[in-house]
Nanobody
Framework: QVQLVESGGGLVQAGGSLRLSCLAS????????MGWFRQAPGKEREFVAH????????RYADSVKGRFTISRDIAKNTVYLQMNSLKPEDTAVYYC????????????WGQGTQVTVSS
């Protein structure tokens, strides 16, 4: 069974940086896509970024492009989200998720980590 455990959230001032980590376990992820999503209070969960585990190719939401970087360390089974130039509107609970490449929906989710950006 896939387990995803996020860490690295916290409180940061606008313009600051944070790095989120997602430790993945329970299977081999070579044919998986790993994603980061976020949900702000009163809003729907939204896509932030994803990375193909094997190839390393990435995609970003327009709102974070140029500020956030998703990466993975295969040896550590960990996916990262480096967040720079943070804005108050980035405040949300951030979730790590995983899905097989041939599936459309994400089946496995972490518990989430809170990111709060103060103005």
């Amino acid at each position: 069974q896939v387990q995803l455990v996020e860490s690295g959230g916290g409180l940061v001032q606008a313009g600051g940086s944070l790095r989120l980590s997602c430790l993945a376990s329970g299977r081999t992820f070579s044919n998986y896509i790993m994603g980061w999503f976020r949900q702000a209070p009163g809003k729907e969960r939204e896509f932030v970024a994803h990375i193909f585990w094997s190839a390393g190719s990435t995609r970003y939401a327009d709102s974070v492009k140029g500020r956030f970087t998703i990466s993975r360390d295969i040896a550590k089974n960990t996916v990262y989200l480096q967040m720079n130039s943070l804005k108050p509107e980035d405040t949300a609970v951030y979730y790590c998720a995983a899905r097989p490449m041939l599936r459309v929906t994400y089946d496995d989710w972490g518990q989430g980590t809170q990111v709060t950006v103060s103005s």
